[in-house]
């Protein structure tokens, strides 16, 4: 589990995400799974608010270590993209 604070956290991630360009899914509002398609490992990643904070979690190697991977960068762009239109959508 990682707090998002800044976009600085996830900076090295987002580029490699835009490298490898893995397949997300929305399971549900807030978890995602994340694919790379060349070698079709399939992650989960979820993301949460907890007291106005922001946090993700991604069930590869490097999230387990606290580490924010690319699966991770992706799934929160997403999440970002649906809160957005969801939040267009409650006006
Ligand atoms: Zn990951």
């Known amino acids: ?44 990643v979820e993301c949460m608010k907890r007291e106005g904070k922001r946090f993700a979690h991604c069930t590869c190697k490097a999230g387990e270590r606290g580490q924010a991977c690319y699966h991770l960068a992706s799934a929160v762009a997403a999440h970002i993209q649906l809160a957005t239109e969801r939040a267009q959508l409650n006006f």
């Open 1 to 44: 589990m990682i707090q998002l604070t800044s976009a600085a956290t996830l900076e090295k991630a987002i580029n490699k995400a835009r490298t490898v360009k893995p397949l997300v899914r929305v399971a549900k509002f807030g978890r995602y799974t994340v694919t790379n398609k060349q070698t079709g490992a399939t992650y989960t």
